[in-house]
């Protein structure tokens, strides 16, 4: 069984900070891509940030320069920092990962549960 469990959503006031984790665990073989989307009510789900298995990273416009997405292997925990946050930057953040499970039956996205990030003065 693969889990990804998200924390570090909050209200945060516009040009605050906020850096979301999402750790994986369960029986894992090799996680691939991680990543963030978001969906604002309204609108339709965008993909905020993604990295690969060894780090090459890639943002949508609206949050580069502000977003800084990391990962940490050794913990299977991937990481989302945002500064400079506006209120166009509130929505349910959801993570993902591209996971091999540890009999290598299966190769899969896995979701997070989401966590709301507000921003609002």
């Known amino acids: 069984q693969v889990q990804l469990v998200e924390s570090g959503g909050g209200l945060v006031q516009p040009g605050g900070s906020l850096r979301l984790s999402c750790a994986a665990s369960?029986?894992?073989?090799?996680?691939?891509?991680m990543g963030w989307y978001r969906q604002a009510p309204g609108k339709q789900r965008e993909l905020v940030a993604t990295?690969?298995?060894?780090?090459?990273?890639n943002y949508t416009n609206s949050v580069k320069g502000r977003f800084t997405i990391s990962r940490d292997n050794a913990k299977i925990t991937g990481y989302l920092q945002m500064n400079s946050l506006n209120l166009e930057d509130t929505a349910v953040y959801l993570c993902?990962?591209?996971?091999?499970?540890?009999?290598?039956?299966?190769?899969?996205?896995?979701w997070g549960q989401g966590t709301q990030v507000t921003v609002s003065s």
């Open positions: 993902y990962a591209d996971i091999t499970n540890a009999d290598l039956t299966t190769r899969r996205i896995y």
């Open positions: 369960g029986s894992i073989f090799r996680v691939y891509d």
């Open positions: 990295i690969s298995r060894g780090g090459t990273t």
